[in-house]
Nanobody
Framework: QAQLVESGGGSVQDGGSMRLSCAAS???????????MGWFRQAPGKEREGVAV?????STTYADSVKGRFTISQDNAKNTLLMNSLKPEDTAMYYC???????????????????WGQGTQVTVSS
């Protein structure tokens, strides 16, 4: 069965960097090149929001709040979110997701992502 496993969360100080990874497995009948991969996050008391997506054509979409600081990349079955210049407001549970959507859609919608990881906590202290 399809599975996404995140790793790399933890605690970092304001201005620090962190790399999150997502390993995909069990996508029988798919090639990973046909899946768009994304990262969403949810802070306490807030709704889950899209952070970054990489589409099947290699195009990327970022939330305005992370543009220029975060970079999403894909290498076959492994997805990586490199986060630089982290801020306390980046503190959240980060979820990896896989799905299908129109490449380049600037709106990151949870409904486009059928599979989700368990999440990894990122805490940025000031």
């Amino acid at each position: 069965q399809a599975q996404l496993v995140e790793s790399g969360g933890g605690s970092v100080q304001d201005g620090g960097s962190m790399r999150l990874s997502c390993a995909a497995s069990g996508y029988t009948g798919y090639t990973y090149s046909k899946l768009c991969m994304g990262w969403f996050r949810q802070a306490p008391g807030k709704e889950r929001e899209g952070v970054a997506v990489i589409d099947t054509d290699g195009s990327t979409t970022y939330a305005d709040s992370v543009k220029g600081r975060f970079t999403i990349s894909q290498d076959n079955a492994k997805n990586t979110l490199l986060m630089n210049s982290l801020k306390p407001e980046d503190t959240a549970m980060y979820y990896c997701a896989a799905g299908s959507r129109v490449p380049g859609n600037p709106i990151m919608m949870e409904v486009d992502f059928a599979h989700w990881g368990q999440g990894t906590q990122v805490t940025v202290s000031s």
